[in-house]
């Protein structure tokens, strides 16, 4: 199956920090990538939608000024998180969709802890 | 209103009975599909079965099956011999449209405990 990888797989910051996690599809070309935010113990919430080359569209409530997303080529995209906060900390998971395939796959995730 | 719905927050299931978890979900597209993820403690999404709106058989993988019924909205998984390893968080998805580049909404879970 097609696989997508994050970078890091954890990260702690202090408060005030950015953060930049990546999301890459290793076998196959990401026309479409996703990111999601799940906090503990609950379920996964779509942050925003990037297309290669597009601006992102980001979910209501999502601040796009705080979570930037930049999906600059096939096979990478990444999300910074600015002058992060406590509440920021959460699981960051992105999944890509290529042409041709009937689902997203998903990485493995990314663990945001701000001190 | 919820688009998809997990009424069973947590289930524990004797070692290798069949187990069901259950997903109802609302939409006036008439085209979906319909997906369920297992998540284990280290957090991956492993993909384990689809369910497209129009497809006329309930969709099987080993062990999973989904339990379709398109009048009553529902598709409920169901895991036949339940191993100690299918102790996990489980989630049923949504995806409004057939293509693969719509997101996904997911339901709020069902952690299931398998007893030795």
């Known amino acids: 199956g097609a696989v997508v990888s994050q970078h890091p797989s954890w990260v702690i910051c202090k408060s005030g920090t950015s953060v930049k996690i990546e999301c890459r599809s290793l076998?196959?070309?990401?026309?479409?990538m996703f990111w999601y935010r799940q906090f503990p113990k609950q379920s996964l919430m779509l942050m925003a939608t990037s297309n290669e080359g597009s601006k992102a569209t980001y979910e209501q409530g999502v601040e796009k000024d705080k979570f930037l997303i930049n999906h600059a080529s096939l096979t990478l995209s990444t999300l910074t998180v600015t002058s992060a906060h406590p509440e920021d900390s959460s699981f960051y998971i992105c999944s890509a969709w290529g042409q041709g395939s009937n689902e997203q796959f998903f990485g493995p995730g990314t663990r945001l802890t701000v001190l | 209103a919820q688009k998809i719905t997990q009424t069973q927050p947590g289930m524990f299931v004797q070692e290798k009975e069949a187990v069901t978890l259950d997903c109802t979900y609302d939409?006036?597209?008439?085209?979906?599909?319909l997906f369920w993820y297992k998540q284990p403690s280290s957090g991956e999404m492993i993909f384990l079965i689809y369910?497209?709106?129009?497809?006329?058989q309930n969709a099987t993988e080993g062990r999973y099956s989904l339990n379709f019924q398109k009048a009553r909205k529902s598709a409920n998984l169901v895991i036949s011999a339940s191993q100690l390893g299918d102790s996990a968080m489980y989630f049923c998805?949504?995806?409004?449209?057939?293509?693969?580049?719509?997101?996904?909404?997911f339901g709020t879970g069902t952690r299931l405990t398998i007893i030795p």
């Open positions: 998805a949504m995806r409004e449209g057939l293509f693969g580049n719509e997101k996904l909404t």
């Open positions: 939409t006036s597209d008439p085209s979906y599909g």
């Open positions: 076998d196959f070309q990401a026309t479409t």
């Open positions: 369910q497209g709106s129009y497809d006329q």
